[in-house]
């Protein structure tokens, strides 16, 4: 049972524009969402966080937006670069942790 | 410093070998975590030790046989591996900031900080 899921495995968009990742979920005693960011062959690597009490978290050109009621959270990498192109995991976490389906995320020069 | 080392990079085994992988961190965590991931998929939750003792073991074959010898360490143990346990190893930790470690809690905001990773291939 996929309780976290990233429902576009791939995106592209050009350099320059924004990068909009959706992840849904069904569980609402999830308290804490991450995003990691992954290259082929490497581990995981953590983006930006942000706990169930906040609907937004900024740190530079990622931002975290969580709707709660949707039970929706969303990254946007603005602006998007070609080093971004990798594949993105949302995550949940509540009484185990959750890996969303991933995203595979293309940034056109 | 969020660094999480695994070694070695690659492996090669066959099906009769034994061989460890091994984790290491230096961040204090408490927690540190084995995960599976095959090609397109998301990493699968293998093991989960807290405060060195396993807390969580998602019926993961005998084949695999995890050990936390200090709160700095992980090894996984391999014996008699098949060529379907052929993937990427990872392995992460945190810091176990949930309550009731006996049993492994993850609320709270407990990031798991993830190394680069082991490529197994059992021929």
């Known amino acids: 049972d996929q309780q976290v899921k990233q429902n576009s495995p791939s995106l592209s968009v050009q350099e320059g524009r924004i990068s909009i990742l959706n992840c849904d979920y069904t569980?609402?005693?999830?308290?804490?969402f991450l995003w990691y960011k992954k290259y082929p062959a490497e581990g995981p690597t953590f983006l930006i966080s942000?706990?169930?009490?906040?609907d937004k978290n900024e740190d530079g050109r990622f931002t975290v937006f969580l709707n709660k009621s949707a039970k929706h959270l969303s990254l946007h990498i603005v602006p998007s670069q070609p080093g971004d192109s990798a594949v993105y995991f949302c995550?949940?976490?509540?009484?185990?942790?959750?890996f969303g389906t991933g995203t595979s995320l293309t940034v056109i020069p | 410093d969020t660094e999480v080392t695994q070694t070695p990079k690659h492996l090669v085994m066959g099906m009769t070998n034994k061989k460890s992988l091994k984790c290491e961190q230096h961040?204090?965590?408490?927690?540190m975590y084995w995960y599976k991931q095959k090609a397109k998929k998301p990493p699968e939750l293998m093991f989960v030790?807290?405060?060195?003792?396993?807390?969580i073991n998602e019926s993961v074959p005998s084949r695999f046989s995890p050990e936390c010898p200090n709160s700095s360490l992980l090894n996984l143990h391999l014996h008699a591996l098949q060529p379907e346990d052929s993937a990427l190893y990872l392995c992460?930790?945190?810091?176990?900031?949930?309550?009731?470690?006996?049993?492994?809690?993850?609320?709270?905001?407990?990031?798991?900080?993830f190394g680069p990773g082991t490529r197994l291939t059992v021929l």
């Open positions: 569980n609402s005693m999830f308290d804490y």
């Open positions: 030790y807290s405060y060195e003792k396993l807390s």
């Open positions: 995550a949940a976490t509540g009484n185990q942790f959750y």
């Open positions: 961040m204090g965590h408490r927690a």
């Open positions: 992460a930790s945190s810091q176990a900031t949930g309550t009731g470690w006996g049993i492994l809690s993850f609320t709270g905001t407990d990031t798991q900080y």
């Open positions: 942000i706990s169930s009490i906040k």
